[in-house]
């Protein structure tokens, strides 16, 4: 199978040429994520999450419930059932263990937004759209 062209740097005036997903070659894509984390995350939310009351919870998460929730895939996410925003907990019975492609279909519904994967625009309705088995759970 041919590989994808390699490509410009996203970055400005970076002429490095890269293969990489998100089109940054590696020095950049870790200054494109700092830069990210600085102007668009909530920083009081972007704390929390590195702070080690957070890391500890997660770990435990994680090794109580080594396997994804919906899809049953090796898990890398703990996630809030209720959100904090809304009033959820930071404990135990609030979190689920997710994997990432189940976790980022689940934070689509909750926010409302269109998920884009393959070029399609597929509103999330009744429930999680699962991508690794196309259907829905």
């Known amino acids: 199978m041919p590989t994808k062209p390699a490509r410009p740097c996203r970055y400005p005036r970076c002429k490095e040429l890269t293969r990489s997903f998100d089109g940054y070659c590696p020095e950049h894509r870790s200054k494109r994520q700092k830069e990210y984390n600085e102007n668009n995350r909530n920083q009081e939310q972007n704390a929390y999450y590195q702070s080690k009351e957070w890391k500890k919870l997660r770990v435990m998460q994680l090794t109580l419930y ?4 919906v899809c ?6 703990a996630d809030h059932v209720r959100p904090r925003d809304k009033g959820g907990k930071d404990e135990l019975d609030n ?14 519904k909750q926010e409302g937004r269109y998920d884009g994967a393959y070029g399609r625009k597929k509103q999330l309705q009744n429930g999680i759209y699962n991508y690794r088995y196309r259907r829905f759970i």
Not at 66 to 69: A, Q, S, V
Not at 72 to 77: N, Q
């Open 95 to 108: 979190l689920q263990s997710l994997c990432k492609t189940c976790h980022s279909a689940k934070t689509a």
């Open 66 to 69: 080594p396997n994804c929730r």
């Open 72 to 77: 049953g895939e090796f898990a890398t996410v």
